[in-house]
């Protein structure tokens, strides 16, 4: 079961402390995503499930509404054979086991649940789910999982009623079928683990249209849970932009804010890097790389908004292949990483810290490079320089620091 109840908090701002320590999560799950599609039916250029859909591809969608839930263990996508590359591109960041399916998606479940069965902590239940439907909610997972509360039930489907009138008919019109108890039935199915593999087990054909059928021809008691309009298949090139307007109007972005501070030491030279551009002057800054100090502390900006290392992690001070290298690589780099996110970079702001070379000649210069790096508009782009009043390190000229802000927004799954 899942409780979310705790005492309401005489503070607003405790109230997220408070929950987040009540949640107790029960039963965990293991996720198995199918991504086998080959896209032919959507007429699109790649499978559906690489197609991108409102800033990530269509599988990422699922695999991060799995891994931001709190109760999911581990998540198996299973793609077809020659395709693990393609799915691993598509899924930078994301902790998941890869499993090669089979020739129907009914294989490709038994090659996911095969997978499982290695792990070393099985979780209760497994989600089956359609890579084609991303748009998959916390409060689906949740009312599949609250349904094992009745301990009688061995799996449980989302599925909408039909509005629509249903009728026999090709060319012409035929017989209108009673829409009485009938429902459409959507993925994630939830199952227990041991009852959707003697399922699959028992099952003698080819032709399981989903795993309900399944666990219900072993005999199986499904409950049916609500399921979500956001839920819609891809399966039409023209399924993309529907889906994607869902999905684009129903995230929820949270702004991040990441910090970096960044010191080189001056030394004899004839000019130095300083916010991607080249100043000519008496001294160079000492590094590894160009030693651009106003670079790496905005790199280290970008990392600290989404939570993912250093520069020193990134990009190992040792490592000949950054022996000189142009900082804007670094730059670069953590941008799309943002980017892969599904996030966007809003502003960033650097302070340099120096006496000398004076930075107002090369202010413009220095926005219009980062801002170029960052594919940003350059008013979203500040270089502010600073002294210490002759004070400390900087102000003898021992070395230039920087310090930089890096506001980025970041989707959040509900
Ligand atoms: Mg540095």
Known sequence: MIS????????????????????????SFTAIIVAGGQGTRADLAVPKQYAMLAGKPVLAWSVDAFLAHPACGAIIVVVPSGD?????????HRKVIFAVGGATRQQSVAAGLAEISKLTANEDIVLIHDAARPGI??????????????????GAVPALMVADTLAHGAALLGETLSRENVVRVQTPQAFKF?????????????????????????????AVVAGDAHLEKITRAEDMLLVERMLAGRQNMRVAVGMGYDVHRLVPGEGLWLGGVHIAHDRSLEGHSDADVVLHALTDAIFGAIADGDIGAHFPHGDPRWRGASSYQFLIHAAKLVTERGGTINH??????????????????????????LELPISHVSIKATTTERLCFTGRGEGIASQAIATISLPEIE
């Open 194 to 222: 041991s009852e959707i593999v003697n399922a699959h087990a028992h099952w003698a054909s080819d032709a399981a249209s989903d795993d309900a059928q399944m666990v219900r021809a072993n005999g199986g008691k499904i």
């Open 4 to 27: 979310t109840q705790y005492d309401a908090p005489p503070f607003p701002l405790l109230c997220e402390v408070i929950k987040a320590r009540s949640v107790t999560i029960s039963p």
């Open 137 to 154: 909610s916390h409060a689906v997972i949740d009312r599949l999982l609250r349904a094992f509360d009745d301990t009688a039930i061995h």
């Open 348 to 373: 960033v702001d650097c302070t340099i810290i120096c006496e000398v070379p004076k930075v107002g000649p090369h202010r413009e210069a220095m926005r219009a490079r980062i801002a170029e790096c």
């Open 84 to 92: 693990e590359e393609r799915a691993r591109a598509a899924l930078p």
